[in-house]
């Protein structure tokens, strides 16, 4: 029995008829493997694990919108420096995720930051009102630099009371 060079004699040796059989089954495999990874997203959900300033500043633009309500609380008096600045070294996922569907959702803080803004631009008139006192304002103020979600239910409350405030 001859043997081609470098092969034993007793190896196996695929026939020209098993080819196609065995190309198919290499192709499978690697279809199979190239499938058993994340889907799309749980792709994107984990982008969203990244620090919110380092998203914003990739241009994605939910991100870039609750950076900017962080700066808007910041210049409101809301926020600190330190507090807005560790905010955004948050992971984006605290303030942002997708659902199943793969849309954009404010969760958690997010939403939270959303009711602090939309309260910032209410508060001169709920002043004037005498809906709320300078006292209350202020514990407010304090309160959002420990409890951001204690704030923004604090905020709510307040708005509920104005007179013809949506609810």
Known sequence: MSTSVG??????RLRVRQWPGALALSLACALALAGCGANKVERER???ERPLAALADSGQVEAMRVVADIEVLRANGLFSDSLANSLTMMPASVYIQ???????ARTGKGADLIT???????EPMLLKEKVVTGVQVAELRRMALDNIAAAAEMATSFRARQSGAPN
Do not use: N
């Open 98 to 104: 997708l659902d199943d569907q793969g849309r954009l």
């Open 7 to 12: 092969v034993p004699a007793h190896a196996p």
């Open 116 to 122: 602090l803004v939309e309260y910032t631009a209410a």
């Open 46 to 48: 984990s982008v969203f």
